[in-house]
């Protein structure tokens, strides 16, 4: 049981390139959130999603986008990287019910020189 | 707006040395407060979700209160291997419903480290 896979692991980006940053979850869960998380800042809701078709804007949107075409995966696009966007990205999911805590993923590093 | 406070934001323990953790809230109307442990260079793990004033979740060394204004992680007689980053989110209920009601709002956490 995989859980939430995201890739790549370790990435460093150019300013001004793009990139999408992979998640996939097994779980048959509807809902998907992607989440940055900065050094004493705490964990940030950058996107979320209610199901395939589906996507709405959390507290810091700009500078990226998502889709989700399926259950299954949620990528999150970077465009015209700045260094501001330098981060750790998490993207979890959770089941349509309150009491279930979000799974996570391990995450992914992004350097933006 | 949601808040999440937790303190402190460090903290170092001798193993053995029982301790808490805390999280005060505020937020319009709670749906739920959640506890996570995050390892370094890992994703936040859960461990509790709290409900209402008065509830207790127990797990292992770790027991987590709720009152109306904050959340306590009580650890009983640590171990190194309870050393982590310590997670505590919000969720609350929103106009509009839908997928805003399972957002979560975190704190920055407490870094405890446990020292044999």
């Known amino acids: 049981n995989a859980g939430v896979t995201q890739t790549p692991k370790f990435r460093i980006l150019k300013i001004g390139q793009s990139m999408t940053l992979q998640c996939t979850q097994d779980?048959?869960?509807?809902?998907m959130y992607w989440y940055r998380q900065d050094p004493g800042m705490g964990l940030k809701l950058i996107y979320y999603s209610v199901g395939a078709g589906i996507t709405d804007k959390g507290e810091v949107p700009n500078g990226y986008n998502v889709s989700r075409s399926t259950t299954e995966d949620f990528p999150l696009r970077l465009e015209l990287a700045a260094p501001s966007q330098t981060s750790v990205y998490f993207c979890?999911?959770?089941?349509?019910?309150?009491?279930?805590?979000?799974?996570f993923g391990s995450g992914t590093r992004l350097t933006v020189v | 707006e949601d808040q999440v406070t937790q303190s402190p934001e460090a903290l170092r323990l001798q193993e053995g040395e029982s301790s808490s953790l805390n999280c005060s809230y505020t937020?319009?109307?709670?749906?739920?407060l959640f506890w996570y442990r995050q390892d370094p260079g890992k994703g936040p793990e859960f461990l509790f979700t709290l409900y209402s004033a008065g509830e207790e979740k127990e797990k292992e060394r770790l027991k987590a209160t709720l009152t109306k204004k904050e959340s306590f992680l009580h650890i009983t007689a640590p171990k190194p291997e309870d050393s982590a980053t310590y997670l505590c989110?919000?969720?609350?209920?929103?106009?509009?419903?839908?997928?805003?009601?399972?957002?979560?709002?975190f704190g920055k956490g407490t870094l405890l480290t446990v020292n044999p």
């Open positions: 779980m048959n869960h509807n809902y």
């Open positions: 979890a999911s959770s089941p349509d019910r309150i009491n279930y805590g979000y799974t």
């Open positions: 989110a919000v969720q609350a209920f929103r106009l509009g419903g839908g997928g805003s009601n399972y957002k979560l709002t």
């Open positions: 937020v319009s109307g709670l749906r739920g």
